[in-house]
């Protein structure tokens, strides 16, 4: 029987627009450790997803998100712990199932020794939906300025009704994260972790968070029960300042992101409402692992052409 608790659709491409502007649409989705062995081995009861879905669970989404490059995780039952899984080509033909797996635990890392899938009835609890925005007044799009360091982009955001706080835009990220810093300074709780990339080294542990809620300029608002904190002051010298966290796909992925580098301001448009009327050049691109936007295509230099095999990284 197929396991599903979707939450909302998220759209599989989009369009960029315009000299110095770019239009991006971005788009959401649950899951569930007994522990009965000796110290080396253990069994462990839980759902296979993938990195991006998180607790989202659903087979066609953690199918789609595996397929496309996503890691498999295994989301433990009665705790919710999320596993990273060292090799996680035995979980793939498990995704969005409930599963018995063998194998041993290190540093929260879970090496699969043997998978068996568990034909019961149960499903991942029914919670309310993880992710809400709002737009003030009911009006179609808010803007405000932005601050550009590093190639990255930044904006003011209140935490829990704390700040403002420094915060990246990052469409290629698949949650929001806020620094560790921060959430002990706030006294913000996390529960369960898993392994994450990024925030100036290769792996980092990351605490998830149940609630968080953010408050932009001009009154956009943004909660998310799928928040998760990193460590980031080894981010801090690359731009010259603190930062606190990202803005992740999780939030910004309802809206049209309108992004002018030249004038320095981010629109945010209702996906719903918007409609592009500009003489701009469409550019369709995929959502690697369900969130990272990719565009196909070629680098071509004067006097040489440097291919790509494969998808450009597009960050924004």
């Not at 197929?2 to 659709?9: A, P, R």
């Not at 020794?113 to 034909?119: G, I, K, Q, R, S």
């Not at 980092?204 to 408050?215: C, E, H, R, V, Y």
Request: glycine share 12%.
């Amino acid at each position: 029987m197929s396991q599903t608790q979707e939450i909302k659709s998220r759209p599989s491409n989009g369009e960029v627009h315009d000299k110095g502007t770019t239009h991006r649409v971005a788009g959401r989705f649950k899951l569930g450790l007994d522990c009965c062995a000796d110290a080396d081995t253990q069994k462990l009861t839980g759902w296979v997803s993938d990195r991006a879905c998180g607790r989202s669970i659903s087979a066609d989404c953690n199918n789609k998100c595996i397929e496309g490059g996503t890691p498999a995780v295994l989301v433990v039952d009665k705790t919710g712990d999320i596993l990273s899984v060292s090799n996680p080509d035995p979980l793939k033909e498990h995704a969005g199932k409930h599963v018995e797996v063998t194998g041993t635990l290190n540093d929260n890392v879970l090496t699969v020794a043997e998978v068996l899938p568990l034909n019961d009835p149960a499903t991942p609890k029914s919670d309310p939906p993880p992710v809400s925005v709002h737009l003030p007044d009911h009006k179609g799009f808010v803007q405000f300025p932005l601050e550009i360091m590093a190639n990255g982009i930044y904006v003011p955001v209140k935490v829990n009704g704390k700040g403002p706080y420094l915060f990246e835009i990052d469409t290629g990220s698949s949650n929001s994260v806020i620094a560790a810093e921060l959430a002990a300074e706030l006294g913000i709780q996390t529960e369960g972790s898993m392994q994450g990339m990024g925030a100036g080294s290769d792996s980092n542990a990351m605490g998830m968070i149940s609630n968080l809620d953010f408050l932009l300029p001009q009154g956009l608002t943004f909660s998310t029960q799928q928040g998760a904190t990193v460590a980031m002051s080894g981010l801090w010298p690359l731009i010259g300042r603190r930062m606190y966290g990202d803005l992740g796909y999780d939030v910004i992925g309802d809206f049209v992101l309108e992004i002018n580098y030249e004038k320095k301001l981010v629109t945010f448009h209702d996906a719903e409402t918007f409609h592009y009327s500009g003489t701009g050049t469409s550019f369709p691109f995929k959502l690697l692992g369900g969130s990272d936007p990719q565009i196909q295509g070629a680098l071509i230099f004067p006097g040489r052409v440097l291919e790509s095999k494969g998808p450009l990284p597009r960050r924004v």
